[in-house]
Each structure stands twice: as structure tokens, then as C-alpha cells.
DNA sequence: TTTAGTAAGTAAAACGTTTTACCACAATCG
DNA sequence: CGATTGTGGTAAAACGTTTTACTTACTAAA
């Protein structure tokens, strides 16, 4: 702006404007005519022209002046309602868009959000969350942004909440349970309109209980079930059905078995896996099972299995990690792959797939999952919102057998 | 707590208030007198019987136990003050620790906090933060969480924080470039006190300079140089130099460049191995440079490398998963390593280096480069509160050679 | 005996929104 | 012509803290 639009807007002549800018020592420059003042600069003239206007004593006078400097011309909705001459609320009625049951003219309704571009107005997000009790962002916390699968959910998850233009900020737990939801605890409750738990937690229960404490709306996605808080799981018990139907039929008869037994998922899948092969009639052969905690026992894990007396003749891994890692070692131990081994996977995140060793796996369908879960959060929230309360729900998400060629009959 | 309790506390007789509870619908229960009342309930009743001394209108007053009523009892810092019989000003400050200008009695700060404790007070950091200016959260954007070296980044400045009590919470961009910034960007400012780029954004000059106009104190972190924001980067161009001597040292003469030059970090390393080949009088063949832009585009240029009429003596990879994907892919080929070809990386956080191929690569501290950005962006938050202009800086880290076995002197 | 200083607080404004309750005016209806 | 119903707003309270400017009671010094 220039000065002698500024001087028409206040209606008032230079000098005055000249002699209040020196005495409460505004950082304004009146000098040119011509001269260019920034926005904030304006609206801070403004301020004090509007402070001196209400008639109070010096000394408030002064001190609402300094407030003003400190503030630096922050605008806020009430300079937007004072340049455009309405009031407050309507203001906030107009650029919030959501209670449409007041009627507003169409010219008011523009001069409102013309103003509020031409200042540069841009609203407080956290005033507005202290009002309105809604945030209008979604907190989700991963238990290992390292695994491959959880990230995918996250991304999924992302990608579904920018349809719907919120936004969601993440935290994680850097491999111990609970630490990322004990660090946000405190803040969890009043930041977030909602929650969404990535992967199981191995504490998380008690999480859960505060939680619902709270009453925070809560989704558990691919973690464990619990009877207080909805939740997002695959269903592992055909996950490994179709992978063990897979394997059988192929005349597999000797399968081990490595996951790390610290998910839940992977507690599920061992135990249909155990009652499967039960049914099946094979023996209940305990050495072949393996549950190492890290990659590095991994690696050990397989060597050992090929080096087995009479080593068996499929290695059944809970991840595309293991697996691919599997087939490292077993290639570099001068095993091929499907003829003298066959190895599996679980998860179908394997992203690099087409350069190492196509895997035959378990897919488990992430974007589905993401979907569902950020629909029930959008319930629970809508319903937490009308004050009343939710039951919680348990969606189990069919994963899909995807054979690629590290899987085939073994040799006789 | 105990019905009795509760009459005693409010000095009133059980009948008034049941009267009271009636006449104003309270979902209070006060049948038996040895019935357990919970927290919220007695602050509810406690709430309505101030409302009730206050002396207005009846009608206000139902007004009052209404909103009383929808807000469940949640208990604030005047709860506490009513229940301790002192000002909320004084809870707060005694809860907050931060103003010790002022001396507070041994005796009422301990009444205080028993208090706090006792009502299960949970201070709401929406109000705390509105008014004083001051989230205590950090916020980290993070170009792509699928970088193994990224992700290193921000767990190290996590764990910096988390050693200052402070709480950071992280968005990602999931390859596209500023998206995450674009998303965040309403509430950046008002919902951090300050922000790590983690990664260097294509477009983050735009998002840089909308930064600055808000007057975020922002650092970069292993992104780009910009002069009006503090940057912590790695010392491209000592990394390679180390990384060439040794090459050299060992007799290599053709060597071949793979790297994504999507990354500015990998257009210096690149500038770098151009001068310091010419500098050795090598020369200056464009076909062994390789710019691939995934994974997939990275294999097939690996693989083109191979089959070369006269292939390079060694392939400088400029991440570990590159590097690590051409030893995979040279392998696969029949190729061995070192003995046939040397493969380098750079980043230096291959996890899984003991299991794969032991990689000669140049390892970037990103510990350092974390308590560095920390320290700075602490700086710029300090100087901020003030309400002082700080200066940016640039740091810049020192890369070191870590030689092991996928690199030596090539064949005869 | 006044004065100054200090310890231990209090009262109220402020942060920037949203929301509630109300109001003026014009048009419509019986 | 008076009552009713929309239309297009306004004024002010409320959200739950922090912070500023006062206050009171007491002690020590002059």
C-alpha cells in the first residue's frame, strides 16, 4: 500500500499521522508520499488509530499501543472485520464455510474474503482448536517406521486423509513399545481429534486404557484385537491357509518355519500354521521352528536350517524381509531357488520385488485396510462430536495368495 | 470419593442437594450415603453450586449447569484453584515451573500439586499454547521415510529431543517434493515452535521463503544451501575426494558413477568425481556416468555396466542401496567382489552390511548432524522469543571412509 | 514512627477464535 | 392493521491457559 491510500483509509491528514507515529514511537516510516507500506504496517497504524479512538486513559492507551508493536501487525480476523467493516463472527462464520444455516449476502460475503486475501489473513489454527474443541488433525503413531509394511499403511493412510483435506502428523516408536505414545500422551488428547495406531505395541493395552480414558477416538490398524477400541487387522488364519494349501499341494511335507513371534500377527499365523500342518498329519517337528528378534538372528536362523541334517524342503517367513534374506543366504550358500528350496513370504510389500528374487506371498491389502480404518475414525469422531458414545468394531481384511517363483514342488 | 465426603466438603446437607440435582438434571447419583462418587461427578456438582452462590438471573444460571453439564466435569486449572482455595493464576505458575520470579510458600505449593493429582488435572496445551506463543512441539518433515540415511536423520534428532523433553512430531513427502510442506503448511506456525527439513526438497526454495515471511525458525538438514536458512549438511566434496583417493590408491582408472542426481547432495558428489578425475588426468568419459531415478532404472543401468565392451574396474555408487543392488546384480551375473569388480557406496547406514556385502562407503554422522541442527534450531527459538533477528548459519559436516571388503585393487 | 522492602499471593486482562443469544428491518399473511 | 416470519446481520460470552499489574501483611531499617 502507499501513503496516501492509508492516509484516505484513515480519513485522517499526514501530520497527525506523523506526530501519533512519534509519540508512541511507531517503526513506520511516513516519509514519501509515494512510499510503499507494508501490510502489517498498515494494520498496525490501524490498531492505533483504532486504540486511540476508544477514549481510555493515557497510560492504557500506551499500554495497548506497545502490545500492538510487540504483535508486529499479526492479523488476526478482527482487523479483517474492522477494514471490511462487519463484525467478528461473521467473519469467522463466512471464511469457516461450515455453519451454512445463517443466510449471508452474496456482497458482504465477498467483501469479507477480499479483505481477508488483500491483508494476508491468515487464521490461528489453535485459537480455533481452543474454541471449537476440533483440531482437524489426525495423530498417527507407528510402532517401526523401518518396516516396510507399516510405512505402506501410513502412506495409505496419508493418502486417504488428503482426500479429505486433513492432515495428520505421525510419531514413532523407534522399536520400543509405547515410547512414541508415552511421549505424546500428554499432548494426544487435546491435538488430536482422533488416533490411529500403526502396528501392535507390545505395552499397548495400557495405552489403550487411557485412551479410552480420554475418550479420544481410536483406531487400531494391524495391531492386536481389543474389546475397548475399534479395530483394522488382515486375517492371518486364511493368510497362512491359502500359503500352507499352497505349499501342501505343491507336495511340501517338510516346512520350517522363522518370524519373530514378538507381533501378534506373526503369534496368529504360527498357531494356525501349528493346527494346520495338526490336521494335515504332518509331525509336530519343534526344530523346525524359528523365532529370531532381529534380521541379524535371521541370518543365522537360515544357516542353520541348511545346514540341518535332512533340511526341509520350504521355509514358511512371516515378512518379505525374512524371506528375501532367506533367499540371500540360501543363493550364497550355493542353493537355487524354487529347485532346491522353496521360500515364502508374508506382508507383499516387497517393493523390490522384480530385482532380487520374485516371492511367492501372502498380500495383504494395505489400501483397503487404510480405507476402512480412517472411515471408522471419521465415525468414531462425528459420533464423540454429538456427545454420545461408540461401540467399537472389528474389521478383518482378507489378505490374497500371490505366487511368483520361489515356490515349486520339491525335487524327489 | 464417598457421598459424606462430599457433604462435607460442600457444607451442605445431603437433601439440598438432592434438591439441587433434581431441579437441574444431574446425572449425579445420591441415593446411599457410602456410594462412591467419582472425580468428575463431584467437580460437576462442585461447578454447579458455585454457579448456584453466584447470585444471577435463574436463567443464566441454567445456562451455566448446562454448559456445565455438556463438559463432563473436565477439570481445569480453576477446578483445582477452587478445590485448593487459591487463585488460578498461582496453580499455574506453580504447575508450570517456568516463572520462578516469584516466591510461593512451601505449604501451598504442596497443597496445590496434591490437589492437581488428586483431581486427575490434565493441563490443556490448545490453551497453553495460544496464549503464551509456545507449543513445545518441533516439527520434521521428512522428504522420503523410505531413505534408510533419512530416516537415521530424524531418529537421531528424536532422541535429541527426546533428551530436552520435547515432543516432535514428523510429516512426510512421499517423493512428491514440498507436498508434505504444502499440506502442513496452515498450521506450521501456529502448532510448532520450529521446524526440521530433513532432505533436500526439489521446490523447498518456495517453501523456504514462505518460511522466512513467517518467521518460523526453520534448519535444514541435509538438504540444500540457502542463504536465509540455517543448514546442517555433509561435506560432499570431502567425502568423494576421500572415496577417489582410495579408488585411485588402489590402482582404478575407469570408474563408473551410478546416482540419482535428483538429489543436490548427489550433483555435488558428481561435480566433484568430474574435477577430481580431470585433476588426475583421466579421462573424461561420459559413458560410464549413470543417472537412474529409482531402483528398477538403477538395476538396468547396473547391468548395462556389466556388459560393457570394456567394462569400469570399479562402479561409485552414490547411496548404499544402489551399491548394494549392483553387488546383488553383479553377483547374480556370475561377477565376484572384489575380485572382478569394485562396488562403492555412500551413506554409510547399510543396517545390514554384516549380511550382505560388506561395503568400502562413506559413512555421514548423522548423530553429530542431528545435535547440530537441534542446537541451532534451539538458537533460532531462543533469539525468536526474544524478539531478535538471528542470523543463519551454515554447518558442515565432515564425512568419513569406511573401507571394507567390496573394494581392491583391480585385476591385472 | 515512618519508610522501604519483601514474601506470598490476587484479580483481571489477554491470546484469537467460535458460538450463542439476540436484534432490526422488511415482507407476508389473515 | 397487527402478528408472524425471514433475512442479514451484531454483541458478547466462552474456550483454558498465561501474564501483567496490583495488593496485603509483615519485617527491618532509618
Known sequence: MFLNEIVDACGMPVEALREIKIKYNLSISLEDETQEISINDYIILRKVLYALSEKLPEEKIRQKINRIIKNKGNITI???????????????????????????????????????????????????????????????????????????????????????????????????????????????????????????????????????????????????????????????????????????????????????????????????????????GLPDDKSLFFTPKNTTEAVQCVKNILNLEKPPTAILCTSDDFAQLAANVAIQAGWKIPEDITITGYNGTNELHELYIPLTTVRQPSEQAAVEAVKELNRQIQINLQGMEYKPVNINIEPELIIRSSSAAPRK
Open 78 to 280: 478482527s482487523d479483517v472485520a474492522m477494514e471490511a467493516g462487519v463484525s467478528v463472527g461473521l467473519v469467522s462464520r463466512i471464511l469457516n464455510k461450515r455453519d451454512n444455516s445463517i443466510k449471508i449476502s452474496e456482497e458482504t460475503k465477498n467483501r469479507i474474503e477480499e479483505t481477508a486475501t488483500r491483508l494476508g489473513y491468515k487464521a490461528n489454527p489453535i485459537a480455533s482448536a481452543l474454541r471449537s474443541r476440533q483440531s482437524g488433525i489426525i495423530g498417527a503413531v507407528v510402532r517401526d517406521i523401518g518396516d516396510p509394511f507399516l510405512r505402506q499403511l501410513v502412506q495409505d493412510v496419508q493418502l486417504e486423509y488428503k482426500k479429505q483435506d486433513s492432515v495428520i502428523l505421525m510419531s514413532h516408536a523407534m522399536h520400543e513399545a509405547g515410547m512414541a505414545l508415552q511421549q505424546i500422551k500428554h499432548i494426544v488428547n487435546y491435538w488430536f481429534d482422533g488416533l490411529i495406531i500403526v502396528g501392535d505395541m507390545v505395552e499397548d493395552i495400557i495405552i489403550y486404557n487411557e485412551l479410552i480414558n480420554n475418550s479420544l477416538p481410536v483406531v487400531s490398524l494391524a495391531g492386536r484385537n481389543h474389546e475397548k477400541v475399534s479395530t483394522v487387522t488382515f486375517d492371518d488364519e486364511s493368510g497362512i491357509k491359502q500359503l500352507f494349501a499352497h505349499l501342501y499341494d505343491l507336495g511340501h511335507r517338510s516346512i520350517a518355519f522363522v518370524g519373530n513371534i514378538l507381533h501378534t500377527s506373526v503369534q496368529n499365523r504360527m498357531h494356525t500354521f501349528i493346527n494346520l500342518q495338526r490336521e494335515a
